[in-house]
């Protein structure tokens, strides 16, 4: 079992809360773990407790050089004595960036596949490939999402968001898996705005659907203008807001959480959220890749 600290939720305390009478808390999540911060601690409790019910010694999973998923499952590996094989997306670049050098002082074996390969990673000849290469593993999917995955944000979402009784909870979305687990987990009484980091995110509607078993309510959905031209793009105003915010003790990455607490802010200013609301937003991690 990993570690895990009990996070705290701080107030967001500036002008245009107070006169629209809102109440902005932030769940820092991102502080449960010194390493296998956020949500991919709650993506991999169970796959971690079924890789060693099932007497695996070795996890293998996918991303890009920059992954938080990476980081996360390198270091969740060595705290639990598994062995972790890593692959990346692209070709090698030396010397290796601060997550996959990490991932690598971690115990983690890269492998280095292009482009055009990494797209075909799901298919079974290229199971096969790797279970030749690699002999047994227990297999993560990219992003860490998977039906045990969405099981551990839901148990996050009920023991630890629905306690606080919160009119809204927003978080970023990549996969979906996360907020998956929170549809899941919450009751009616909360409404879930998820914010795709995605260019056209609305297709993660469809693949939100699929992790669900069944979903009583339709107390959720997307906030689909936060994307800043796409996955990892940036814009000039995003970077200024994280600077502004990193002021104010929050610390935001650029690729999820920063396009998140943005959106609150805007949706904030153009009166989405009706005066009295409390809306909390889930820092779901990220600071690796800024550090
Ligand atoms: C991976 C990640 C997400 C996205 O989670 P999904 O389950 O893929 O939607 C959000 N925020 C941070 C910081 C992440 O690392």
């Keep these: 079992m990993l570690q895990y600290n009990e996070t705290p939720v701080i107030t967001l305390e500036m002008d245009i809360f107070k006169i629209s009478k809102l109440t902005i808390l932030v769940k820092r999540e991102d502080q449960n773990h010194r390493l296998v911060s956020g949500n991919k601690w709650w993506k991999l409790k169970y796959n971690l407790e079924e890789a060693k019910r099932l007497g695996h010694d070795t996890l293998l999973t996918f991303g890009g050089a920059f992954s938080n998923h990476i980081y996360a499952t390198a270091a969740a590996a060595n705290e639990l004595g598994f062995k972790s094989i890593g692959i990346i997306r692209g070709e090698k670049i030396l010397p290796l960036n601060s997550t996959l050098s990490f991932a690598q002082r971690c115990g983690m074996q890269l492998h280095f596949i292009s482009r055009a390969g990494y797209r075909n990673k799901t298919t079974s000849e290229f199971m096969e490939q790797l279970h030749t290469r690699f002999g047994n593993f227990y297999l993560i999917p990219e992003g860490g999402t998977n039906a045990l995955a969405v099981r551990g944000c839901a148990e996050y979402a009920k023991e630890k968001i629905a306690p606080l009784k919160c009119n809204y909870v927003c978080l970023p979305v990549g996969t979906g898996g996360t907020i998956a687990g929170l549809i899941s987990g919450l009751t009616s009484a909360t409404q879930i705005i998820g914010f795709p980091v995605l260019k056209n995110g609305s297709f993660l509607e ?73 809306v909390l937003a889930i820092h779901t991690g990220g600071l690796q890749a800024i550090r």
């Design 206 to 278: 469809g693949e939100i659907k699929s992790h669900l078993s069944y979903s009583p309510f339709r107390n959720w959905h997307l906030q689909t203008d936060y994307h800043f031209g796409g996955y990892a793009k940036t814009t000039p105003a995003l970077l200024d807001f994280i600077h502004e915010m990193k002021k104010s003790n929050l610390p935001l990455d650029p690729v999820y959480t920063g396009k998140m607490i943005y959106g609150i802010f805007d949706l904030a200013q153009k009166g989405f959220f009706p005066s009295g609301s409390t």
